[in-house]
């Protein structure tokens, strides 16, 4: 599986940003995704993950009610949607896909997209 982000960018705290994930592979539907961040100076971090099936999904307690994630395996696509931004939330934000079942531990992940940008500025 090969993964390819998008979306990222600068945004005002307040503001929103969709990032996309785009997945090559015929087996897209058996992976779970997870989704990560990492800012400047710390450690990578677990943001969300769904299941294969698009059936569970949890987040970190700093983004919940604030973030979606959300994935169509007909277009092979996985999409997070970020609310409410703050300035804590700057950081590289990366794609992930593991086999079957999903994972909080990063390295946990078969797969890795290269990452995207978001900047929150106040």
């Known amino acids: 599986v090969q993964l390819e982000e998008s979306g990222g960018g600068l945004v005002q705290a307040g503001g929103s940003l969709r990032l996309s994930c785009a997945a090559s592979?015929?087996?897209?539907?058996?992976?779970?995704m997870g989704w990560f961040r990492q800012a400047p100076g710390k450690e990578r971090e677990f943001v969300a993950f769904?299941?294969?099936?698009?059936?569970?999904?949890n987040y970190a307690d700093s983004v919940k009610d604030r973030f979606t994630i959300s994935r169509d395996n007909d277009k092979n696509m996985v999409y997070r949607q970020m609310n409410s931004l703050n300035t804590e939330d700057t950081g590289v934000y990366f794609c992930?896909?593991?086999?079957?079942?999903?994972?909080?531990?990063?390295?946990?992940?078969?797969?890795w997209g290269q990452g995207t940008q978001v900047t929150v500025s106040s």
């Open positions: 992930r896909a593991k086999y079957i079942p999903p994972s909080y531990d990063p390295g946990a992940y078969d797969y």
């Open positions: 592979g015929r087996t897209f539907s058996s992976y779970s």
């Open positions: 769904i299941d294969w099936l698009a059936i569970n999904t």
